[in-house]
């Protein structure tokens, strides 16, 4: 929490204004920052200064991991993130790419389980990865990533965090995340718990000990319809105390993952948090 809140309050001290040609809003923005979290240690970096929809977070990876590309999917499990980037983005209702309502395209998931190489061949970096940390394999290349500039044009947003490497350490598993932009107020509550959960899952079902999350961001902005917000009321406020996050130990494999696991596998102990705050949110 304190990392999360240190870059917050370095943003306002230090940040410049930039203007951001696809939304049309300036951000007060500063280039580079890198966070740790703790996942042996169940150190869950929940922003406790605001309420964090933290259920919605975890619905949202779960579609990830599974493909998805229908924020009807997403929904259907707990997560309407969605809605207005496949719905209510111009651009992306005028590509002649879009299947029509809710569809978002060939983004995230679909990057991770249905990569497509040109002569239409897919591969599923996923599996990749499972199948060799599952043999206690780590060829240096254990790499997840959603980012695809050949298929830009086929979705409806380029993914802001988009890649993940695991790292095995002896029996100890680690995960390097790198994000090209982080919405701080808004996405980056999300980005932290996905990236720690990642990990814990993975760990899980690959049979090694968690380790730490390495999370690295190039972009890390606050629009200025977000400023006052941020600085007037959120960085007023004393945090809690960390929460725990604990999985259900029936989870065991990929498969586990890709069919009956829920938000109801997944519980928070001890979550402290102070009211709500209404951030806009920008298509």
Known sequence: MKQYLDLCQRIVD??????????GKRCLTVINADLVYDV?????????????????AIAELLGY??????????????????????????????????????????VYGVQGRRWQNSE???????RKIYDNLRNGIDDRGEILTFYNPGEFHMGCLRPCMHTHTFSLL?????????QRSSDIPLGQNFNQIQTYVLLLLVSRITGHKPGKVFH?????????????????VQLKREPYPSP???INPDIKT???????????????????YHEPIAYPFTV
């Open 244 to 246: 725990k996050l604990h």
């Open 254 to 272: 990929l498969e586990d993952l890709e069919t009956w696991v829920t938000l109801d596998d997944f519980k928070v102990e001890g979550y402290q």
């Open 40 to 56: 042996g240690a169940n150190e869950f970096p929940l922003v406790t200064t605001r309420k964090s929809y933290w259920r919605s």
């Open 120 to 126: 239409g061949e897919t591969f599923d970096q996923l």
């Open 170 to 178: 002896g029996d100890e598993l680690h995960l390097t995340s790198s």
């Open 65 to 106: 991991l599974r493909g998805y590309d229908n924020a009807a999917q997403f929904r259907a499990i707990g997560c309407n993130t969605w809605n207005a980037n496949a719905n209510e983005n111009t651009a992306w209702l005028n590509n002649p790419y879009r299947k029509g309502e809710d569809d978002m395209g060939r």
């Open 216 to 232: 690295k961001i190039v972009n890390a902005h606050i629009y200025e319809d977000q400023l006052e917000l941020m600085r007037d």
């Open 14 to 23: 230090e940040g410049v204004w930039v203007e951001n040609e696809r939304t």
